[in-house]
Every structure is written in C-alpha cells, then in structure tokens.
C-alpha cells in the first residue's frame, strides 16, 4: 500500500507562483510513476504533469507550456508541483497519484494511477 497526501493548496492571486507537495509514503519502492491531476468546478479531471519514480524524469502536457513544474526530492519521500504565472482557470482541486505498474501505462490514464491523495485546493482570484 502506498499514501498520498497533498500540502500546498490556498488562494493566490493571477501571476502567483505556488509549490504543492504530495508527501509519499508505505511501500514506495514498488511505484513506477507519479502524476498530477486537478479537477475544476464542473469540468473532468485533467492530466496537469507527472514524473518516472526512479528516475525522476518529468513529463508535462504541451498545454501547460512550462508554468507547471514536476520534481521530487533525492530521499524519494515527497513529490513536487511549482506552478508559476497562476491563471484564473488553474483554480481546481489538485490530487497527486501514484502507479505502480507499467502496463499500458500512459500518463494521462487515471484508470492506470492504484493509489490517489485526497486532494487540495487551489483559488486564483483577484
């Protein structure tokens, strides 16, 4: 079993930066990716960025055109999202996910993340 837990999340204004941290903990040696999800009033959930758990290497949708940053720290216990220039249309509930398997895996499949965080919210307004 894994656990996810996401800090980070409040109200910011638009061309704020933020950093959001999914703590990760119980048998992290299984997992082989991790990704990020936010889900806005009334719309889908949404693929926003992710990493390779070993690896570390980041991957991130064309649409997020590099305000959003995926990292995780060398200890393996916490994974990142730095978010700069925040828009009106980032306000969302951000979860963090974790998959442990490579079959048929793509990023932006929920169906393919075991374990999830309760999520956090995230408000831009003026």
């Known amino acids: 079993q894994v656990q996810l837990v996401e800090s980070g999340g409040g109200l910011v204004q638009p061309g704020d930066s933020l950093r959001l941290s999914c703590a990760v903990s119980?048998?992290?040696?299984?997992?082989?990716?991790m990704g990020w999800f936010r889900q806005a009033p009334g719309k889908e959930r949404e693929f926003v960025g992710g990493l390779m758990w070993r690896s570390g290497s980041e991957y991130n949708p064309d649409w997020v055109k590099g305000r959003f940053r995926i990292s995780r720290d060398s200890a393996k216990t916490t994974v990142y999202m730095s978010m700069n220039n925040l828009e009106f249309e980032d306000t969302a509930v951000y979860y963090c996910a974790a998959a442990s398997s490579s079959y048929l895996f793509r990023y932006v499949d929920e169906d393919r993340y075991a374990y999830w965080g309760q999520g956090t919210q995230v408000t831009v307004s003026s």
């Open positions: 119980g048998s992290t040696s299984s997992l082989y990716a």
